[in-house]
């Protein structure tokens, strides 16, 4: 009797255990306890939002409707009464940053984070379970989560450049990685082909440097064709989006590519180039598209992009690039010349170098901190608050941390998902063919001999969309997207001991 008894217990927890797995929640949560039952949403259910959280209740509201289809009364305060559903933070949780926990019980629904980040994360749980095929409409199961994030860094970029994304496009977006979790959103505003980014004090940059075609100062490219094709954001879209990002707990950060990848800043102002008699071209077989180092007004330009961009975006840190630069371009060039030597360097790597710590003091000037491509270590030391996004290859990360910078690992053999995902489809395939297999295999503390305060130093992961093929079809930008990005947010939240 007894044993059947054991056998009845271990045949009903075993139905826990795949009750639980069938919710499906992605990323996978560090702790979830489903139990009999479930909650019933009352027809006119009340949501109390904490107050401290009060600039994401529409959001809580709208999307609640979304995947429940009940229209909730939402008040913002600590209520907690029975048969409601209440959002709370609770700094003193026993949880890392950014963790939550979600309970559903027969009263109703409590979500406490440890901080408005967490109460959103908590937010995307309760959503996936509402509207999981498995779970009727109108119910949520008993539940119980603890759940917080492996890295705090979760990111991913899109480049707007090479296409142009409308405003409603980038929200979009922006939607998908909060329904991950994830919390970075890296706005890739700038490139050779097109200055997406409205500068009050440089006003050709988007007149003439977001615009390509007959006629215009940037050549057709990536499928544009024999038409005008461009677009910019104002500094007031910018707000925008940043304060519909906040919303959803994510931080945008801007990047504005400097020194290289600057066609549409020479063809918007010719005078920022540097001036070469032999031209030579850039990785993508762009000229003319570097900055001149040597040429002293160029640092008052950037003093007035680096500010604007900084009154426009909270976010601690400013992405100032420094990848693929043609630096044949400084050594043709007299005044690169005249400062290489004005300053004993033999090697290009050093002018380079110079021209990140005279563009760190500008960053710093403006209370931000730098977050560079990989290549911006490169022909000396930076300021060691540096961040550093290692593109090239896990190693390129390893190196970055051995040498003491924070890093962001972002791969493009496993986290380019402009990569073609099999080898009939269309992509990129310099970094790999990266199907969701591959790119959820990817391992951002990798082994090898970095130390433990080394290892603390990779702050998270990143993917990455780069648009040069993302001209057609339609719904491109989905299809390269996902599901890579779901594999990514899981690399970045869940425990590596979970990954399955
Ligand atoms: C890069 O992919 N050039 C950063
Ligand atoms: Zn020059």
Redo the contacts with the bound molecule.
Sequence with gaps: MKKNMLLIAVFLSSLNVLQAQKLDIIPQPVKIEQKEGTFIIPSSVQIFVDKKIQKSADYIEGNFFKNTGIKPIVSIGKGNKRDGISFLVDEKINLPNDGYELNVTKKGVLIKGKSTNGVLNGLQTLLQICSAKEVKKGTIPFVKIEDYPRFEWRGMMLDVSRQFFDKQTVKNYIDWLAAHKMNIFHWHLTDDNGWRAEIKSMPDLTLKGAWRGPGEVLLPSYGSGNKRYGGYYTQADMKEVVAYAAARGISIMPEIEIPGHSRAVTAAYPEI????TQETKSVQGEVKN??????EENYQILDSIIREVSEMFPFDYIHVAGDEVNRA??EH?????A?MAKEGFTDSFQLQNYFFRRVQTIVDKYHKKTNGWNEILKGGEINPNTLISAWQGINYGIESAKRGYETIMMPGQYTYFDMAQSENERGHRWAAITDTKRAYSFEPIPDSDLTPDQQKLIKGVQGALWSEYLDRPTRFVEYQSYPRISALSEIGWSKKEDKN
């Design positions: 180039g540097c001036v070469t570097v900055w001149c180092v040597g040429r371009n400084w060039c007299p005044k690169c010349q400062l």
